[in-house]
Structures are given as structure tokens and as C-alpha cells.
């Protein structure tokens, strides 16, 4: 599903990434850890087409992303990743369905099969009865589901998550720990999270280890 190859990072004269290889299997759920300032982040978003390597090759699929162009990147991203942040970035100002909804129709999709996606995505994680409802009218926990929900509305390939649950209590957090394997057993979905949550980094398939701009086991 994924291949990184030779990845590196420079800001400045700081090293950040220093030769990173990487393989995530379809269906995979995979989870990178490591001290603060090891380049976790850095390089998820990277994998994620939000940033550019100095170095080497992204390949998600069949497609070397990084020698894409801005335009066809930002369409390759809509199409073809998810994102899940620690702050889930909701829109203030539009419902829990619009918000999940906005993905598919800047995709060029028809509203309605759009809507009727979202709909059936919101149910399934018991957002039925909050789907008119604002961010600011849901909980840390409904908040971070309904980014969920957007993050899948496309179909995508894989979900990156950064720190997914950084920002939700203890209860909240291993609900949507849960969701996730959900999510893999409907849907074969891939992910690949950046934690510093020991809970979630054991459940997962498999546990890479960063320290100084490398994965070291």
C-alpha cells in the first residue's frame, strides 16, 4: 500500500529525517513512536503528501507522489488519503454532516451520494442523532468521530492519524482505538498513527520505533 524509500528532511542546517524506509501493507495499522522531536510527525506528513522530502521516494499504491505537481497532489490527497489530527479541525460554522461531507463534494462527487455516505458513515459511529448539530455542540470524543467520518468519506487508500488520541480522555481515547480495528474489519483500511499512547501503539499490528530522524526498530 505504501512504500518510503531513503526519506530525508532538512530544515535549515537541522537534519530532521535522515534516511527513513518504510512498507505498510494493505490493511495494515501501524503504529510509529518515539521521544518528542524524532521526526515522527515529519514524517507523516510527508507519507501524507503535506510536505516534500529533500530525499527519496514516496510510493502510495502505484502512484510516486512526491514528483507530483501541487495541482495533482492536491487532488491525489483528496482522492486517496485520510487525516486524522489530535485537534480534529472541524469547521465551525457547518454541521457534523456538512463537515464530513466537504471532502467528497470538493472531489467532484454528487451531493447527494455524498450526503447519503456521510449519513450511513455517521451511523456507524453512532453519530446518527448529532448530525445537525455544530462542533461546538459536541463532545471532545463526537468531535474526533465525525473527523473519522471524514476521513473515510473518500475511500481512501490509508488514514494517517497524528496523535489521534492526544486530546480525548482515557475512555474516549480507547473507544476510538476500538474503531479503528472496527474500521480495518469492515473495510480492509490501512493506518498508520503517530502515538505517544502506550494503549494504542500495543494494540497494533505492528510498533516502529523513531529516535534521532530514524526508525530504529
Known amino acids: 500500500m505504501l512504500t518510503?524509500?531513503?526519506i530525508q528532511k532538512y530544515y535549515?542546517?537541522?537534519w530532521v529525517l535522515k534516511g527513513v524506509d518504510l512498507e505498510i501493507k494493505q490493511g495494515e495499522i501501524a503504529s510509529i513512536v518515539g521521544p518528542s522531536g524524532s521526526g515522527k510527525s515529519t514524517l507523516l506528513h510527508i507519507l501524507g503528501?503535506?510536505?516534500k522530502p529533500d530525499k527519496g521516494e514516496v510510493v502510495v499504491g502505484n502512484e510516486r507522489i512526491n514528483f507530483l505537481n501541487e495541482r495533482r497532489m492536491a487532488a491525489f490527497r483528496n482522492q486517496h488519503v485520510g487525516f486524522v489530527f489530535q485537534f480534529h479541525h472541524l469547521l465551525p460554522e457547518f454541521s457534523a454532516l456538512e463537515n464530513v461531507c466537504i471532502p467528497g463534494w470538493m472531489a467532484g462527487?454528487?451531493?447527494k451520494e455524498v450526503a447519503d455516505h456521510a449519513l450511513s458513515l455517521l451511523q456507524m459511529l453512532g453519530l446518527e442523532k448529532r448530525?445537525?448539530?455544530k462542533p461546538n455542540q459536541l463532545s471532545g470524543g463526537?468531535?474526533?468521530r465525525v473527523a473519522v467520518a471524514r476521513a473515510l468519506i473518500n475511500k481512501p487508500a490509508i488514514i494517517f492519524a497524528d496523535e489521534p488520541t492526544g486530546n480525548l480522555d482515557s475512555a474516549n481515547a480507547r473507544e476510538l482505538h476500538q474503531l479503528f480495528f472496527t474500521l480495518r474489519q469492515q473495510f480492509n483500511q490501512t493506518f498508520l498513527i503517530v502515538t505517544h499512547n502506550e494503549e494504542l501503539a500495543q494494540m497494533s499490528d505492528r510498533l516502529l520505533h523513531m529516535k534521532?530522524?530514524?526508525i530504529v526498530q
Open 4 to 6: 518510503a524509500t531513503n
Open 12 to 14: 535549515g542546517q537541522l
Open 49 to 51: 503528501t503535506l510536505d
Open 109 to 111: 462527487r454528487s451531493k
Open 131 to 133: 448530525i445537525d448539530n
Open 142 to 144: 463526537e468531535q474526533q
Open 212 to 214: 534521532d530522524g530514524k
